[in-house]
């Protein structure tokens, strides 16, 4: 007998989906900094064994004010997973206020499908402070089944696993076996180059910035096979693009270098990495262009 199932995890920004599925995967599927809004797309791990395949979708961190475009298609991410999951998952931040905006609480008490509240980060909290948290999820959202995990120490998160086999139809898989997700080395390439900027920039110029790869190709260099990559960043304003590029180009080759380190540790190949900067004013709030980025 043969079980496969979507699991689907939502949440506030920064609480530790991303980290999650990582953790549940073994792999690096999602980026992760310590800032919010780091996922920007529907992002799909794939676990798997003999007798099941399980589905995991990690998305953008819901925000309950959106001001741009961009952050209205992350939240309509973020919504569609009700429509196809099998197991749902609401991630908590133990470190943050234990909130839930009615209008998702009623979503949520009106799924179909089994809930997990999982109450994050309990490795850096006390015990009163879990136990308070418990018994507020259990108010608010009684159909669930709720769990105190790190998923950054792991702590907890074989045990949800486990749960999940037993809640997942019985069924063929619904990708190859040895298929790890749905998004091209490209996307990834260009997660990775977001990451670092992310990293290194501070205040609102991460937010401002979209990578896009425009050429992927492997070739020979005189050292053996190469992946040559260009990537194209977008930002909203010129003074952006002077920030991003610092002083006599010193930031941009930091960057460049970084990005460049972790996509060869990613791809398992020597790479030659070029970065471009480009004003796109307003790209947030532009149809054609959220279009063109993948939103």
């Keep these: 007998m043969h079980k496969s199932g979507f699991v689907n995890i939502i949440g506030n920004p920064n609480v530790g989906k991303s980290t999650l599925m990582n953790a549940l995967l073994g792999e690096r599927m999602s980026i992760i900094t310590n800032k919010p809004q780091t996922t920007r797309h529907r992002i799909i791990g794939i676990w798997n064994d003999d007798d099941h395949q399980i589905v995991f979708s990690d998305t953008p961190g819901i925000i309950q004010d959106p001001h741009y475009k961009m952050q209205e298609a992350m939240n309509h991410y973020a919504f569609s997973t009700f429509e196809d999951a099998d197991v749902m998952i609401y991630m908590a931040d133990i470190l943050e206020p234990q909130e839930l905006d009615e209008k998702l609480r009623k979503r949520l008490i009106e799924l179909e499908v089994p809930l997990f509240i999982l109450i ?21 959202v009684p159909n669930s ?13 074989e045990h949800i696993l486990k749960e999940i086999f037993n809640l997942i139809p019985e069924s063929p898989p619904f990708y190859p076996k040895d298929q790890l997700t749905d998004k091209s080395e490209r996307f990834f390439v260009s997660e990775i180059v977001r990451e670092k900027i992310l990293e290194l920039y501070h205040q ?3 937010y401002s910035c979209e990578v896009i790869v425009e050429s992927f190709k ?17 930002v909203s304003r010129k003074s952006q693009k002077s920030i991003l590029i610092g002083k006599n180009g010193s930031m941009i080759k930091r960057l460049g270098t970084e990005a460049r380190k972790s996509i060869e540790i990613f791809l398992e190949e020597k790479v030659f990495l070029e970065l471009r900067v480009k004003v796109k004013e307003n790209w947030r709030d532009d149809d054609r262009l959220l279009k063109h980025f993948g939103y």
Excluded at 121 to 136: C, L, N
């Design 120 to 140: 994050n980060k309990v490795d850096v909290s006390d015990q009163k402070k879990v136990e308070q948290a418990i018994d507020y999820w259990k108010s608010m």
């Design 145 to 157: 089944k709720i769990f105190s995990i790190s998923a950054l120490e792991k702590k907890g998160t």
């Design 204 to 206: 609102e110029i991460p």
């Design 218 to 234: 492997e070739g020979e260099a005189r050292s053996g096979k190469i992946i040559r990559i260009a990537a194209d960043i977008y």
